[in-house]
């Protein structure tokens, strides 16, 4: 978990010097003209332009009008959006230069603000609240925090204020949302069978699996790898084989018991024993010797040669593809007989998509274009894309009887690469209640959501998740401050004790030493955010 420890003005200054630099032509955009429009229904008897700043892929066209969601979206509204557009290599150094500048656009699209900029920008008046405007003028926003009132108190700022307006993707609900878990263990079923072994069930018997992985190199010619992973990397770290131990492990290190208590996982003497485990594993030969400093790209062309007996990742069509010859390895019992599927604290929930700045002279306009992108068919292709395109592929059919979207086989294309030139990135809302009524479910999402359902949930303890408390400037501050010195360490001296053996020697000086780098402070921090918002 990342978070902003610089101030507002340093990175806004940083960012016009870079742009400054980089660029001997800095064109800029300001506000639009005061329209004088109230009482506004769309679409407008005449067409007005507003001026946004946005950002999208380098694939994507240059001017996102040439999309046929903004095309179709000017005709319903009849208003004409001049962007200023970036890709997004260059977009925060740009945006950054034209909150320094004071040269501010209406509104800025798709704004990737962290929570910290968001709350600076909103003290020294850059960006404006928005609450308002959701209650007057946004009857779809309204609608959808109506339905889900949690994403309402994740959107307010700790001073009352909204200031921007929320990315919602659901995708199933609860413990089987798809979120719930993204460090998905893909075991090779093929090697299994051909070497006579049954799915492993416990630590002890994977290890057996390993070895035999090993000892028999189905692979050939020495290139079988027992176990692979990329060591910090997301979805991809071995972090799902510490549920055997205890809590568990997630990229944040954070969890919360079912009595609202919130741990910092690798501090836990469940986090020790795991570590122990892999210690073993690294001893036999059983982990690929560079996992701990592979990049993606080493790590799918192994996977791509079929190279692996265990390997971990969100989806295993990425690596090894959609075939046969890997499954989904459940949870398995540890030495106590004790297994858990550990929760992550992902969802598909972003607040700071879009802002409103100061320089706006058309609130209520604003207010109602955005507010049609909260409309359930618009939303679907705000996130995925759209229909009917004669110029390329279309990742949806419509069907008109039914109002309904239904996602196409895309055959060989990627599903990302295709988004990333049709679709918006913006604000939008996607309800798990809209499946099957607005829309259909992406394949590879609902052949996810079945696996997280029949093979995940059923050993998943956690009743709770740690929420996206929405903390002040100065909680930000120190857990930043916290965070860049306590992560690390926690990185660095799990990698040693799995490759060393030490950490049964070393425990009790690591504890101290997490003391001394703030994490008591930090878990002060967190739990009274955990309280606050879910009281």
């Given amino acids: 978990?990342?978070?902003?420890?610089?101030?507002?003005?340093?990175?806004?200054?940083?960012?016009?010097?870079?742009?400054?630099?980089?660029?001997?032509?800095?064109?800029?955009?300001?506000?639009?003209?005061?329209?004088?429009?109230?009482?506004?229904?769309?679409?407008?008897?005449?067409?007005?332009?507003?001026?946004?700043?946005?950002?999208?892929?380098?694939?994507?066209?240059?001017?996102?009008?040439?999309?046929?969601?903004?095309?179709?979206?000017?005709?319903?509204?009849?208003?004409?959006i001049n962007w200023r557009n970036f890709t997004w290599d260059n977009f925060a150094e740009r945006r950054n230069l034209a909150f320094a500048s004071g040269e501010l656009p209406d509104a800025i699209f798709d704004a990737a603000l962290g929570d910290y900029d968001l709350l600076r920008l909103a003290k020294d008046g850059s960006i404006i609240p928005v609450e308002d405007l959701i209650d007057q003028y946004m009857p779809n926003l309204q609608k959808v925090l109506e339905k889900a009132p949690q994403y309402r108190a994740m959107m307010t700022a700790p001073d009352g204020h909204i200031y921007s307006f929320p990315w919602i993707e659901e995708l199933g609900a609860d413990k089987e949302s798809i979120h719930s878990v993204d460090v998905f263990p893909w075991i090779n079923v093929s090697w299994l069978a051909e070497l006579g072994l049954e799915m492993p069930t416990t630590t002890e018997e994977l290890k057996e699996v390993l070895i035999a992985f090993k000892e028999n190199d189905p692979a050939g010619d020495g290139k079988t790898i027992p176990m692979s992973f990329i060591y910090g990397h997301g979805g991809e770290d071995l972090t799902f084989l510490f549920g055997s131990f205890g809590l568990g492990d997630n990229w944040d290190h954070t969890v919360v018991t079912d009595d609202g208590k919130v741990v910092f996982t690798a501090a836990e003497e469940g986090y020790k024993e795991g570590i122990k485990y892999f210690n073993e594993l690294y001893e036999a030969g059983l982990i690929d010797?560079?996992?701990?400093?592979?990049?993606?790209?080493?790590?799918?062309?192994?996977?791509?040669?079929?190279?692996?007996?265990?390997?971990?990742?969100?989806?295993?069509?990425?690596?090894?593809?959609?075939?046969?010859?890997?499954?989904?390895?459940?949870?398995?019992?540890?030495?106590?007989?004790?297994?858990?599927?550990?929760?992550?604290?992902g969802m598909g929930f972003d607040r700071n998509r879009m802002v409103i700045t100061s320089a706006n002279k058309n609130l209520e306009l604003t207010a109602k274009w955005i507010d049609a992108l909260y409309e359930p068919l618009q939303s679907v292709q705000n996130n995925w894309g759209t229909y009917g395109d004669n110029e390329q592929q279309n990742i949806f059919e419509f069907d008109e009887a039914a109002a309904m979207l239904k996602h196409l086989p895309l055959g060989d294309t990627s599903p990302w690469e295709l988004r990333q030139r049709t679709f918006t990135a913006g604000p939008l809302a996607i309800l798990d209640s809209?499946?099957?009524?607005?829309?259909?479910?992406?394949?590879?999402?609902a052949w996810r959501l079945n696996l997280m359902?029949?093979?995940?949930?059923?050993?998943?303890?956690?009743?709770?998740?740690?929420?996206?408390?929405?903390?002040?400037?100065?909680?930000?501050?120190?857990?930043?401050?916290?965070?860049?010195?306590?992560?690390?360490?926690?990185?660095?001296?799990?990698?040693?004790?799995?490759?060393?053996?030490?950490?049964?020697?070393?425990?009790?000086?690591?504890?101290?030493?997490?003391?001394?780098?703030?994490?008591?402070?930090?878990l002060e921090i967190k739990q009274e955010g955990y309280d606050r918002s879910t009281n």
């Fill in 434 to 445: 809209y499946y099957g009524n607005v829309t259909t479910k992406p394949d590879d999402a």
């Fill in 289 to 345: 010797i560079e996992a701990f400093e592979q990049d993606w790209n080493t790590y799918i062309s192994k996977g791509k040669e079929n190279r692996y007996g265990l390997y971990f990742t969100w989806d295993k069509g990425n690596i090894t593809g959609m075939n046969d010859t890997y499954d989904l390895m459940p949870a398995l019992a540890g030495p106590d007989g004790h297994k858990n599927v550990t929760r992550t604290n």
């Fill in 1 to 80: 978990m990342r978070k902003i420890s610089k101030t507002v003005s340093a990175l806004l200054l940083s960012g016009m010097l870079l742009a400054t630099g980089c660029s001997s032509k800095t064109t800029q955009s300001s506000s639009s003209e005061d329209y004088g429009l109230s009482g506004v229904e769309l679409p407008l008897e005449e067409k007005v332009t507003l001026n946004f700043m946005s950002q999208s892929s380098p694939i994507a066209p240059t001017d996102p009008n040439e999309k046929l969601i903004f095309k179709r979206l000017e005709e319903k509204t009849n208003v004409h």
């Fill in 453 to 522: 359902k029949d093979v995940m949930v059923p050993d998943m303890k956690a009743e709770n998740i740690y929420p996206r408390v929405f903390f002040s400037i100065e909680e930000l501050d120190r857990l930043s401050t916290i965070e860049t010195d306590l992560f690390p360490y926690v990185k660095r001296k799990r990698a040693e004790w799995i490759t060393n053996g030490k950490v049964e020697a070393e425990w009790a000086e690591y504890l101290t030493e997490l003391d001394r780098l703030g994490y008591p402070e930090w």
